[in-house]
T-cell receptor, first 116, second 112 residues
């Protein structure tokens, strides 16, 4: 099956710093990538959708200046959490889908962010 | 997007068959049904996807009645490692703007 990787798998940072998370589709070209966050014991919450070469579309309530998304190539999308605060601590998961008619989404393993 | 309803939790024992039913009364003509499995601190894993009747792969079967207003994920002979949260999602996977909106899922606990 299709493989999506994320890096890093976990990160601890100080409040006020910025953190970048990478999402890569390893064996297919991802025309669209998605970013989710998940709090303990809760479901995934979609943050934004990004298409290669264009600006991301953010879900209501998600600050685009806080969560910068770049989708510069068909295999790489990045999420940068700017000026991170403890309330940004969460599990961030990306997914990717190809351009086929019934292409499904494949998820990365997730990145655990802890802001001290 | 069609709203889905599935049980919050289910219990089973090793070796049993588990059937998780999802209701999606407002499913649209072009919508597909997709199931994902998620373990703690991992990203969701694709299990199976179908449009109508029955789909089977190496890990599960998906049964979809003619009216497509519900679907049932069937896990044969579950083991302890099948303890996870299972999500049912419905949408037009052929639409380039299609995005997955996750509900609460079904928390399956498999006991020895």
């Amino acid at each position: 099956g299709a493989v999506v990787s994320q890096h890093p798998s976990w990160v601890i940072c100080k409040s006020g710093t910025s953190v970048k998370i990478e999402c890569r589709s390893l064996d297919f070209q991802a025309t669209t990538m998605f970013w989710y966050r998940q709090f303990p014991k809760q479901s995934l919450m979609l943050m934004a959708t990004s298409n290669e070469g264009s600006k991301a579309t953010y879900e209501q309530g998600v600050e685009k200046d806080k969560f910068l998304i770049n989708h510069a190539s068909l295999t790489l999308s990045t999420l940068t959490v700017t000026s991170a605060h403890p309330e940004d601590s969460s599990f961030y998961i990306c997914s990717a889908r190809g351009a086929g008619a019934t292409d499904t989404q494949y998820f990365g393993p997730g990145t655990r962010l802890t802001v001290l | 997007l069609a709203k889905t309803t599935q049980p919050i939790s289910m219990d089973s024992y090793e070796g049993q068959e588990v059937n998780i039913t999802c209701s999606h009364n407002n499913i649209a003509t072009n919508d597909y049904i997709t199931w994902y499995q998620q373990f703690p601190s991992q990203g969701p894993r694709f299990i199976i996807q179908g449009y109508k009747t029955k789909v089977t792969n190496e890990v599960a079967s998906l049964f979809i009645p003619a009216d497509r207003k519900s679907s049932t994920l069937s896990l044969p002979r579950v083991s302890l490692s099948d303890t996870a949260v299972y999500y049912c999602l419905v949408g037009d996977v052929g639409d380039s703007s299609y995005k997955l909106i996750f509900g609460s899922g079904t928390r399956l606990l498999v006991r020895p």
